[in-house]
């Protein structure tokens, strides 16, 4: 059974920093694609940051780029967000996921993701 269980969300002021973590397991290869994605109350799930299986490509949402860091350490079966100057509208539950198509670019339609953790909330106040 495929596991995603995210991490590391709280509540912090407007320029502040969190890094939010997420351990998968039961993923049979290393090699997958991991995403960053939130939802806001009364929105759609929006894609935040992208890495590929390697660590090697990153890709991000306009609206965190230069603020967002999104790694990996394959041998700890980690995915991290480090999310600086946070602003309230960063306020959101975000979303740990996993895309197994390794061989393809990284995704950024919630759509295309294959498996989902739970979620921990985030709160920037002003």
């Known amino acids: 059974q495929v596991q995603l269980v995210e991490s590391g969300g709280g509540l912090v002021q407007a320029g502040g920093s969190l890094r939010l973590s997420c351990v998968a397991s039961g993923l049979t290869s290393s090699r997958n694609h991991m995403g960053w994605f939130r939802q806001a109350p009364g929105k759609e799930r929006e894609f935040v940051a992208g890495?590929?299986?390697?660590?090697?490509?990153?890709k991000y949402a306009d609206s965190v780029k230069g603020r967002f860091t999104i790694s990996r350490d394959n041998a700890k079966n980690t995915v991290y967000l480090q999310m600086n100057s946070l602003k309230p509208e960063d306020t959101a539950v975000y979303f740990c996921?996993?895309?197994?198509?390794?061989?393809?670019?990284?995704?950024?339609?919630?759509?295309?993701?294959?498996?989902w953790g739970q979620g921990t909330q985030v709160t920037v106040s002003s």
């Open positions: 890495i590929n299986w390697s660590g090697s490509s990153t």
């Open positions: 996921a996993a895309y197994t198509a390794w061989y393809r670019m990284i995704p950024t339609s919630a759509y295309e993701y294959d498996y």
